[in-house]
């Protein structure tokens, strides 16, 4: 469903740039939750329900193919959007890895309403 609200999962260690997805997020009436590493939100899985997660791929503690392959070991299947600023990991690469797809930063935040209401 095209308006349906979600639990979303940000994970990136970049604080403005979870700040500013946050806001545009909330404002779409979706609830969210931060996070700075691939490790901590592994953690926040564990115990909180999350339909959608959007990770940066490059981080301390837990990059965001680190968190992509816990999930899928775990069997855990969301939705994971994969963001990068600069990577040398492919989408073909990251959708053979169990991801959905991976988006550049900065990314059109229309394009990101939209992944959000595809993988819904």
Same mark, same amino acid.
């Given at each position: 469903?095209?308006?349906?609200?979600?639990?979303? +999962?940000?994970?990136? @260690?970049?604080?403005?740039?979870?700040? =500013?997805?946050?806001?545009?997020?909330?404002?779409? %009436?979706? $609830?969210?939750?931060?996070?700075?590493?691939?490790?901590?939100a592994f953690d926040i899985l564990k115990r909180?329900?999350?339909?959608?997660?959007?990770?940066?791929?490059?981080?301390?503690?837990?990059?965001? +193919?680190?968190?992509? @392959?816990?999930?899928?070991?775990?069997? =855990?299947?969301?939705?994971?959007?994969?963001?990068? %600023?600069? $990577?040398?990991?492919?989408?073909?690469?990251?959708?053979?890895?169990?991801?959905?797809?991976?988006?550049?930063?900065?990314?059109?935040?229309?394009?990101?309403?939209?992944?959000?209401?595809?993988?819904?």
């Amino acid at each position: 469903m095209v308006n349906e609200k979600k639990t979303v +999962l940000i994970v990136d @260690d970049e604080e403005e740039l979870l700040e =500013i997805m946050t806001f545009f997020l909330e404002d779409l %009436g979706h $609830s969210v939750i931060q996070s700075d590493s691939g490790s901590a939100a592994f953690d926040i899985l564990k115990r909180t329900p999350i339909d959608f997660i959007l990770s940066d791929v490059r981080m301390r503690n837990g990059s965001g +193919l680190d968190l992509l @392959d816990w999930c899928r070991q775990a069997g =855990i299947n969301i939705p994971i959007i994969l963001m990068s %600023g600069f $990577s040398d990991i492919s989408a073909a690469e990251t959708k053979a890895r169990g991801a959905q797809g991976i988006i550049s930063k900065p990314f059109d935040f229309d394009y990101l309403k939209t992944l959000l209401a595809d993988y819904g």
